[in-house]
């Protein structure tokens, strides 16, 4: 693979397929998000390596659940570009896109009142 910019981790429940009802089991998926493929298309072709990082198991089902959909990715929950010592728990990536992030912008203050008032977008709706 060519070498790329920038990295991003992707959170896949509630990011790349509606979890709307929650866990259902270990291959038991929704429909994908709309406009989840054209996005993962976008970062692919401005050249970003794409990491699915979830609490789910790299298993053959999820990666045929990702590829009859047609969203692009480079890894499951690995990064074999990773520095060696740095590869225990967090995975290194340029930016996290999760459905329940936070971002920490230096103000502990207003982060904990964000985290106080926070609500996942499926529960907006």
Known sequence: ME???KTICIDFDG???DYSKGWRGIDVYDRPIAGAKEGLLALRN???V???YTTRNDTPKLREFLESNELVFDYINVNPCQPVGSD???ILADVYL???GITFDGD???TVSA???FTPWQRKC
């Open 15 to 17: 990011v790349i397929h």
């Open 88 to 90: 225990k728990g967090k």
């Open 108 to 110: 502990w203050e207003k």
């Open 98 to 100: 999760d459905d329940k």
């Open 50 to 52: 794409i990491i699915i």
């Open 115 to 117: 985290i106080h008032t």
């Open 46 to 48: 401005a050249g970003w």
């Open 3 to 5: 070498k790329h910019s």
